[in-house]
């Protein structure tokens, strides 16, 4: 399914057209389309199931941790991959039954154990040994024991963005793999621990499948070791990943994915946890924003935004491209001109693409900005302190904003004066 399509010479998400939307909400927003994120559920779990593996998609929360897409997914079967104590709540707050949450992260607090160990959620996935030893005494202290798998770091170079990978011997992610059966063996002697799998995730938007190939079969040949070894073990975690197109739309392959897993991991006959984010909602999203103002330069244009860095940091941290489409549709014959699409924040980072071939729009005019809904709103933040752009999400004909914009009064209310400098100066 195409979400977001022109129809009438109007941009619209669904059914509905997205003038009106930003009307009605006020710009900037987030805009998304609860039925992409389904199809993209659907699409995986047909092929993974296609290949003959037995999936649990645990949505990667981090990606888009919005309540009302985690309930969406849930609705299509899937479970939660969380890495901090507010996702787990999130996903808790959604309804996402505890057997099908894992915890991820290289740095859990032993409060965020807790509340994992409380919830009874699936697996805790171990990324050292000191927090095996902190999880074991977390756990001791609940008098419950810790389903855990351990994250190994199979040393395979995801070839993708230097910030976003994370599976080479020089990322601080997960335990090389060399050392994986020392700390197994460790993991079996502890009383409130109980080593039922392995992960793996080897880095964020692979666009080349090939070096899935490579991870997954290194950590089945890890699996069958344990496995001898005498652990008790039952399923592996293959971590996310999978790249989106952000230049021409086109879909992640997930049937080429599937076939990669299935040739490295089909022959244990193993249930199998995966752990998407982009691939599932990043293209189910739009960020929506007005044109301020067309400034022409002696070089360049700009366009001005009333959307930011602050609401979407990928352009600025990692040069990262997101398609641009004006609102109303141009005709066929409108001239484009290289325009620098930038936000009002004081920094010349903050700009959304540069010398993008674009109509001449004007203050006023509305545009999208594509493939937003992967690490857009998350990764926002109040830098200049603005407020942080509402959501919305769309199924057919219907929208709800899904996260209100705050007001200032919100925004200021959560600081204080130390009672030193409570009086103002007369
Ligand atoms: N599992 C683990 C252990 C992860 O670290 C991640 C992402 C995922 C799953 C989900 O990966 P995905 O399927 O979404 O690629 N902010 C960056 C992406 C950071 C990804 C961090 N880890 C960006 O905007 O590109």
Known sequence: MKPFQYRDGQLSAEDLAIESLAAEVGTPFYLYSEGAVRGQLRDLKQALIAAGLDPLICYSMKANPSLAIMRALLDEGAGADVVSEGELRRALMAGVPPQKIVFAGVGKTAEEMRAGLEAGILQFNVESRDELLRL??????????ATIALRVNPDVDARTHAKITTGTSENKFGIDIALAPEIMSQAAALDHIRLEGLAVHIGSQLTDLSPYAAAFSRLAELFQAA?????????????????????????????????????????????????????????????????????????????????????????TLYDAWHDILPVAEPGPNTPLLPQDVVGPICESGDIFAEQRPLPEL????????????????????????RLPAPEVLVRGGEFAVVKPRLDYEAMLRQERLPPWLADAPA
């Open 227 to 315: 496995r001898d070894a005498g652990h008790a073990m039952k399923r592996l975690d293959l971590g996310g990943g999978i790249g989106i197109s952000y230049e021409d739309g086109t879909p992640p392959d997930f049937p080429a994915y599937a076939e990669i897993a299935k040739q490295a991991v089909g022959h244990l006959g193993i249930p199998l946890i995966f752990e998407p984010g982009r691939a599932i909602v990043g293209h189910a999203g739009l960020l929506i924003s007005r044109v301020l103002y067309a400034k022409q330069g002696i070089n360049r244009r700009f366009l001005i935004l009333d959307a930011a860095m602050n609401d979407l940091i990928r352009p």
């Open 136 to 145: 074991n005494q977390v756990a001791a202290s609940l008098g419950r024991t």
């Open 362 to 385: 004007a203050p006023g005019d509305l545009v999208a900005i594509c493939a937003a809904g992967a690490y857009g709103a998350t990764m926002s933040s109040l830098y200049n302190s």
